[in-house]
């Protein structure tokens, strides 16, 4: 289960409130995002996206009506809170639960400003129910409401067991059962609030493609039988040989909590403290012990085993109570493939935002990297120069290989004549076979597309993919020309409208000839052709030309070529600003028989 960052992200806009955002920064833990003018909106929304918690130091309006069309469901946005270039107030304006009062209070005592608290139950109660503190967990949050609203009209209510956090309520205080025992605010007539600390691990060890509900169950009996609650959980952990299995983070979805592995000597130390080790599964996998081991191993040094595995036939189980030590493990890493479009931040999917957002580490070729403008600012890069794209998928994998979450980030669609192909040659190979290592084949893969050049570019000239087309690369690098020219042949052949990639590079300047040459013989000299260059940034070109006035000088590496179908036209217009210096290319649907009979 993906756990959201909670790193504040400082958001300046203007150079007068740099300062600011730079103290804040540093004060809160944060990282500073200087957004300027260009693409703005866009780079807010990633940070929302991705579940950032957002201190713009900006006016309150700015962010409003940039995240208003985000808003949905209350429950699951960040913390967004405005301070004013002054420092004078904080203003929580989304999440006020979700840590946005917590953040504007801490950011006002800084300053010395005000924090602008709206909510009934904080200014009434000095505490958000329903917010607990890290570490602890409300079972009903449902229900918080009713009670803050009783205790604000001068409810009576009682307190079972000790939490500083809600030193400040008003009620009658009385002693847990134990010191494991919730914490439970009693108001008469209203469901009673429980909160859980959270300070169980669940170890867990599964066969390769357990059965999710299978593994799920056992874990609800284990801690059931137990009289364990699910809300005490803290974390599910185990081997990391079991990082990519599916019933694993199933489970860990299930209960909420993230999913953490453990490399088999970290789990073989534990043996000394293990109830049921297996030479068996040492023989297998190294350790004496998976989910006794995960369990322990998370739980730290001063933690305990209070439940021993529990197994099925395919699973086993076993939950440990966290001490003041605990050991983290490792998340799942994960490479996301994302196709930012051709370069402007308005073609780029709200997916492929979030997902650079919460990158880790970004990985690709530097022009690309460098169209993500102040989204990318803070994020560690790893470049890598046209040709190396092999080096570039190895290195994303191999980095998500140690639990980090990769941005490979591609141009147009990261699918179509790009890197997703070769990601997946790559885990697709043995190791030994030019493959990569068995750790970075269990990372999470995500596929995010984005705006071809060939869609951006029949687009911005009107619709010349209209009917059939196809897609061919010229690059002879890595096909063979013979392939090359055979495919031509058949796409002329069909009379399909194609879109040229990789046309020309300084060794290469004969193939988009030889393909001229070869589709003069199956489609008319004045058949409409699309040079596109830089689409969707400040140098973008369109330029039209016709089969027998294609010439290969004034095509270069960053142009895509659309030639279009024996049935395809251009048209003038009278707006010289549109389509191609005026010109409409497009290729019929064949509704022609239609519109003349509506005459």
């Known amino acids: 289960m993906p756990v959201p960052d909670k790193t504040p992200a400082i958001v300046t806009l203007t150079a007068g409130a740099a300062p600011l955002g730079e103290r804040l920064a540093v004060e809160l833990g944060g990282d500073l995002h200087r957004l300027g003018a260009r693409g703005v909106a866009d780079q807010l929304r990633g940070l929302f996206a991705a579940s950032r918690p957002i201190v713009g130091v900006c006016a309150a309006g700015i962010l409003i009506r940039t995240l208003a069309p985000l808003l949905g469901d209350k429950r699951a946005e960040p913390a967004v809170v405005a301070v004013a270039e002054d420092g004078s107030a904080a203003v929580p304006l989304l999440g006020g639960h979700h840590g946005a009062n917590a953040l504007a209070r801490r950011i006002a005592d800084l300053l010395g400003g005000a924090a602008a608290i709206t909510t009934a139950g904080d200014l009434g109660l000095g505490v958000a129910l329903d917010e607990p503190p890290e570490g602890w967990r409300l079972e009903n949050p449902e229900d918080a409401k009713p009670v803050a609203r009783a205790l604000l009209d001068g409810a009576t209510a009682t307190l079972s067991g000790e939490a500083a956090w809600l030193g400040e309520l008003a009620v009658r205080r009385v002693a847990a059962p134990d010191e494991h025992a919730p914490v439970v605010l009693t108001v008469a007539g209203l469901p009673s609030l429980v909160w859980r600390r959270q300070d169980l691990a669940i170890g867990v060890g599964c066969a390769r493609n357990a059965d999710t509900e299978g593994l799920i169950s056992l874990a609800g009996r284990t801690l059931a039988e137990a009289g364990l609650s699910p809300?005490?959980?803290?974390?599910?952990?185990?081997?990391?040989?079991?990082?990519?299995?599916?019933?694993?983070?199933?489970?860990?979805?299930?209960?909420?909590?993230?999913?953490?592995?453990f490399p088999a000597d970290v789990l073989e130390a534990e043996t000394p403290r293990l109830e049921t080790p297996s030479d068996v599964v040492f023989t297998e996998v190294g350790c004496h012990g998976v989910s006794e081991g995960a369990a322990l191993a998370a739980a730290g040094p001063d933690g305990a085993l209070i439940v021993p595995k529990q197994r099925t036939t395919e699973a086993t189980c076993a939950v440990?109570?966290?001490?003041?030590?605990?050991q983290q493990g490792r998340k799942r890493g994960k490479v996301s493939v994302v196709g930012i479009?051709?370069?402007?931040?308005?073609w780029r999917t709200p997916e492929a935002t979030r997902l650079i957002a919460e990158a880790d580490e970004l990985v690709g070729y530097g022009l690309y990297l460098d169209?993500?403008?102040?989204?990318?600012?803070?994020?560690?890069?790893?470049?890598?120069?046209?040709?190396?794209?092999?080096?570039?998928?190895?290195h994303a994998l191999e980095s998500a290989a140690q639990g980090r979450d990769v941005a490979l980030v591609c141009s147009g669609d990261g699918g179509i004549f790009a890197m997703g192909a070769l990601v997946a040659e790559l885990l697709d190979r043995d190791p030994?076979?030019?493959?990569?290592?068995?750790?970075?084949?269990?990372?999470?893969?995500?596929?995010?597309?984005?705006?071809?050049?060939?869609?951006?570019?029949?687009?911005?000239?009107?619709?010349?993919?209209?009917?059939d087309f196809c897609a061919i690369s010229l690059s002879d690098l890595l096909t063979p020309r013979e392939a090359i020219v055979k495919r031509l042949r058949a796409a002329a052949e069909g009379d399909f409208v194609i879109a040229f990639y990789n046309p020309v590079s300084r060794r290469r300047r004969t193939l988009l000839e030889e393909a001229r040459q070869i589709l003069l013989t199956h489609r008319p000299a004045g058949t409409p052709v699309l040079l596109a260059s830089n689409l969707g940034r400040p140098d973008e070109r369109l330029t039209r030309r016709t089969l027998a006035t294609l010439q290969t000088g004034e095509v270069d590496m960053l142009t895509v070529v659309l030639i279009g179908a024996s049935q395809s036209r251009a048209f003038p217009?009278?707006?010289?600003?549109?389509?191609?210096?005026?010109?409409?290319?497009?290729?019929?649907?064949?509704?022609?028989?239609?519109?003349?009979?509506?005459?």
């Open 231 to 261: 809300f005490a959980v803290s974390c599910v952990v185990s081997l990391d040989l079991k990082a990519d299995e599916a019933a694993v983070h199933a489970l860990a979805a299930h209960l909420g909590v993230p999913a953490r592995f």
């Open 432 to 467: 030994d076979k030019g493959g990569v290592s068995d750790a970075a084949r269990r990372v999470e893969i995500v596929n995010a597309p984005g705006i071809s050049a060939l869609q951006a570019a029949s687009a911005r000239a009107g619709a010349l993919l209209g009917h």
């Open 573 to 599: 217009t009278g707006d010289r600003s549109a389509g191609a210096g005026g010109w409409r290319l497009y290729t019929p649907r064949g509704y022609a028989k239609k519109l003349e009979n509506a005459e």
């Open 341 to 346: 479009g051709p370069g402007d931040a308005g």
């Open 371 to 394: 169209l993500l403008g102040p989204l990318a600012a803070n994020t560690p890069r790893k470049t890598f120069a046209l040709g190396e794209e092999e080096a570039r998928c190895r």
């Open 320 to 326: 440990a109570r966290i001490g003041s030590a605990p």
